[in-house]
Antibody, heavy 124, light 111 residues
Framework: QITLKESGPTLVNPTQTLTLTCTFS??????????VAWIRQPPGKALEWLAL???????RYNPLLKNRITVTGDTSKNQAVLTMTNMDPVDTATYFC????????????????WGQGTLVVVSS | QSVLTQPPSASGTPGQRVTISCSGS????????VYWYRQLPEMAPKLLIF???QRSSGVPDRFSGSKSGTSASLAISGLRSDDEADYYC????????????FGGGTKLTVL
């Protein structure tokens, strides 16, 4: 059974850096093609894909946010970490991580299952 | 404004068949698979359909996906009250080096 859970701060000050951790079980980032995606959802708004880490060290980013986002994987801890710099109130959202099945190529990406999400509020 | 266009809302009565559309372009839907997710209120999204028309494990055959050209559709037959949720399409987009995109979502109301 695959499970994922996001953890991190619930409140961040503007201009600060956000660090969120996705702790997962039931799969390994060492498995070829398997990945973890980060997706966010501002309150009442649509889903927005942020990044995807797969093959332990290959990462794709949302081109509109790539200058602010870094995703790393820790295969020994079964974790994927999202770092987002220069947080702004518009970044207030529920942040989800999700499992990418081992399918190739990268453009054939779907996400199942998802973590429960964690709400991050950006405010002073 | 999402690159993938979905109607913001849809509705139907119990037992009816409803269809939710997702419109894109040749850089996304036209050349890539489409995926559909359902998000119940206050819950995380759940995969419904992958590779245009394949139902995810446990998804009843009341749900079906299709794709034609640069558009895709999700059809729900035998509508039930617990189908009331937000539905999102997603696919790969080739622009800017390639990335995943989601539609703007459709809120389905069961009247």
């Amino acid at each position: 059974q695959i499970t994922l859970k996001e953890s991190g701060p619930t409140l961040v000050n503007p201009t600060q850096t956000l660090t969120l951790t996705c702790t997962f079980s039931g799969f390994s980032l060492r498995t070829n093609g398997v990945g973890v995606a980060w997706i966010r959802q501002p309150p009442g708004k649509a889903l927005e894909w942020l990044a995807l880490i797969y093959r332990d060290d290959d990462v794709r980013y949302n081109p509109l946010l790539k200058n602010r986002i870094t995703v790393t994987g820790d295969t020994s801890k079964n974790q994927a970490v999202l770092t987002m710099t220069n947080m702004d109130p518009v970044d207030t959202a529920t942040y989800f991580c999700a499992h990418r099945p081992a399918v190739a190529p990268i453009r054939h990406s779907w996400f199942d299952p998802w973590g429960q999400g964690t709400l991050v509020v950006v405010s002073s | 404004q999402s690159v993938l266009t979905q109607p913001p809302s849809a509705s139907g009565t119990p037992g009816q068949r409803v269809t939710i559309s997702c419109s894109g372009s040749t850089s996304n839907i036209g050349n890539h698979y489409v995926y559909w997710y359902r998000q119940l209120p206050e819950m995380a999204p759940k995969l419904l359909i992958f590779r245009n028309d394949q139902r995810s494990s446990g998804v009843p055959d009341r749900f079906s996906g299709s794709k034609s050209g640069t558009s895709a559709s999700l059809a729900i037959s035998g509508l039930r009250s617990d189908d009331e949720a937000d539905y999102y399409c997603a696919t790969w987009d080739d622009s800017l080096g390639g990335h995943v995109i989601f539609g703007g979502g459709t809120k389905l109301t069961v009247l």
